[in-house]
């Protein structure tokens, strides 16, 4: 995969904070529609919102973690797997 297809740790963070406002107004409206409809122009905006999330989730597709994170990620696992031992062999 060439660096280009891939997302950064950081751009992941912006990406995931869209993602979450998109995924807040989308909800909102969909509450909003079932008591009053939703204009052509809110529909309008409903869609754009619902095409950006479906971008948004392409690109975090492409997110992988830096090297580093994942060693640390795997250390934090392997301690918790090493101190259940160590609790089971208390017992």
Same mark, same amino acid.
């Given at each position: %995969? =060439?660096? +280009? ?17 998109? *995924? ?12 009053? *409809? %939703?204009?052509?122009?809110?529909? =309008? ?8 999330? +479906? ?22 696992? %392997? =301690? ?12």
């Amino acid at each position: %995969m =060439k660096p +280009s297809d891939t997302v950064s740790a950081e751009k992941a963070k912006q990406l995931a904070d869209e993602l979450s406002a998109l *995924s807040k107004q989308q909800s909102n409206a969909l509450q909003t529609a079932a008591y009053i *409809s %939703m204009s052509t122009e809110e529909a =309008k905006a409903y869609d754009r919102r619902r095409a950006r999330i +479906s971008e948004i989730w392409v690109l975090l597709a492409k997110f992988k973690p830096e090297q580093h994170e994942v060693e640390s990620r795997q250390d934090t696992e %392997m =301690k918790g797997t090493s101190d259940e031992s160590e609790r089971e062999q208390t017992r």
